[in-house]
């Protein structure tokens, strides 16, 4: 049987703002865990270590800078990784910023980075890179300034390109909120996922020509309409393969709207980088009872 993931009881007292965690590691031995607390974790030298954050397991470049929201299973190892890691966390509590504050037009990017963080966001290595320094200062800092410059750093951090979201594929917020066409396609998407889905079906549900809907998915998911929609079955099977231990991978990939295994198996690992079965294997390590 699975055990359920560890609750961590963090540091992190009620009267702090931050928590800052400043060190070299040779060993990351804590088990997958969550707590209600965000988390920015950032590691650097980690070349061939593993993240494991949701449903999302992966090898990391030697620049790491993921924010992990609240309750969200998360953890690293060595994995292929032999040499010291520096690793600096930062936790903050979820309420840390009042809602008054962040709904303010100017905070616009930070509440949508909060929110995103439920899914865990692995930030581009080039802004990793950029803000790095602040990051390995921010433990000497102290009062006010301590302050203000974490949360410089996180605004900062919320209006950089490139962000990824780890555990699920997902539409940007803002052409969710702003598009009726979009809101069909992804609702359409989410029910029938399982189903064959044609160009020629979700075209005309939004009542365009292909080649109009076609420039309208790319622009909004920054993807094709294949490759959206096989970002969203993986996603659900990847869930279901860490879920659902009684149920066999071609089940899955039938549930999944995947008819050919060869296929499933072929678009898994482009976009997971393993095959299901080492997928399931994997996350069944990590997470069984030691």
Not at 26 to 33: A, G, K, L, Q
Not at 141 to 159: N, P, R
Request: charged content about 25%; aromatic content about 12%.
């Amino acid at each position: 049987m699975l055990k359920k993931y560890q609750r961590e009881i963090t540091a992190l007292s009620p009267q702090d703002s931050f928590l800052v965690m400043d060190r070299n590691r040779d060993t990351f031995d804590y088990p997958i865990h969550f707590h209600p607390e965000l988390e920015l974790n950032f590691i650097l030298d980690g070349k061939g270590m593993q993240r494991t954050v949701g449903f999302s397991i992966e090898e990391i470049d030697d620049f790491e800078l993921v924010l992990v929201g609240p309750n969200l299973n998360h953890g690293w190892k060595m994995h292929n990784c032999s040499h010291v890691v520096h690793e600096v966390t930062i936790q903050f509590h979820n309420d840390l910023f009042s809602d008054n504050l962040i709904r303010r037009s100017i905070m616009k990017p930070f509440r949508e980075m909060l929110e995103k963080s439920i899914h865990g966001i692995l930030f581009d290595k080039e802004e990793a890179q950029k803000i790095s320094q602040r990051l390995l200062n921010v433990s000497k800092l102290e009062g006010i300034t301590y302050f203000l410059e974490m949360f410089s750093i996180l605004y900062d951090l919320s209006i950089t390109p490139n962000q990824r979201l780890l555990s699920s594929s997902r539409i940007s917020r803002d052409d969710f909120d702003n598009s009726d066409k979009i809101k069909l396609f992804y609702n359409f998407v989410q029910e029938n996922y399982a189903n064959k889905i044609t160009l020629d079906q979700v075209a005309n549900l939004l009542n365009m020509s292909k080649v109009s809907f076609n420039r309208f998915i790319k622009k909004s998911t920054e993807r094709t309409f294949v490759e959206y929609l096989n970002d969203v079955r993986i996603s659900h099977a990847s869930r279901m393969l860490a879920e659902e231990e009684t149920l066999g991978i071609s089940e899955i990939a039938y549930q999944c709207g995947f008819h050919n295994m060869a296929n499933f198996n072929r678009v898994f690992k482009r976009i997971k980088g393993c095959t299901p079965s080492q997928y399931r294997k994997e996350f069944y390590r990590l997470t069984r009872i030691q």
